[in-house]
């Protein structure tokens, strides 16, 4: 697939999308937004991706932030469909059946802090800075992060950072638990590609079913205890299933088929 603001490789079922915006420090506009809806169409609907990796160009950014300019050009009346656009793509990311990791490889401010945590797992270059400064711009975030943010660190931490608009280090989003791991830059894409290699040992439909299970806690009015119960029972009918069980009783590793 070609887009103009998306670099896409898949190499060994791992499709790494890199936003390509270096000089603007891979700000996300309008046309970023609906690339990345593409792309994932493309992960959904591709059996040869297995994982993803989402990661920016160059060394600086993972994400910046929004475009500036499109926000400032915003009224109270387009300001609804444009953060509820944004808000379904992340939530695509969000509730993929297939893992996909951040590689934050520099700022990840505003939606870039939000893109981030809208994926699974998190893996910061120790450069990495995180932050939601929206409000020194009038505004909030939009993009999920007024959500997403006190469920990963604490409703008491995320309400400073929203409201102060502070910037953190990478050493100290990890213990917030904002990131996974905080390793070094040159080791930030090994670090990523030795958590798929895990991941991609295990049952796929079992990996699709505890996302489904765990995000059940961002929906309102839904009983998460049930949609783990109804996610157990739809593993309990694939081949995966019966495979893994069976290994394990006769003491040998399991052959997946993601059936």
Known sequence: MQFENLLLSLHEGVLTITINREKKLNALNIQTIEELSQAFDYVYDTAEVKAVILTGAGEKAFVA????????????INARKFVENGQSVFARIENCPKVVVAAI?????????ELAMACHLRVAADNARFGQPEV????????????????????????ELILTG???????????GLVNYAVPATELLAKCHE????????APPAIGNA??????????????????ANAFANCCKT???KEGTAAFMEKRKPVFQGK
Do not use: W
Not at 168 to 175: G, S, V
């Open 166 to 176: 502070d910037i953190i280090q990478a050493p100290e989003a990890l213990a917030l």
């Open 239 to 241: 081949l995966d299933f």
């Open 136 to 159: 020194n711009l009038g505004v909030i975030p939009g993009y999920g992060g007024t959500q997403r943010l006190p469920i990963l660190i604490g409703k008491t931490k995320a309400m």
């Open 65 to 76: 932030g929004a475009d500036i300019a499109e926000i400032a050009a915003l009224t109270d």
């Open 105 to 113: 490889n520099g700022f990840a401010l505003g939606g870039g802090c």
């Open 195 to 202: 958590i798929i290699a895990k991941i991609l040992t295990k």
């Open 211 to 228: 996302i489904s299970a765990i995000n059940a806690v961002y929906h309102s009015g839904v009983n998460g205890y049930q949609s783990e």
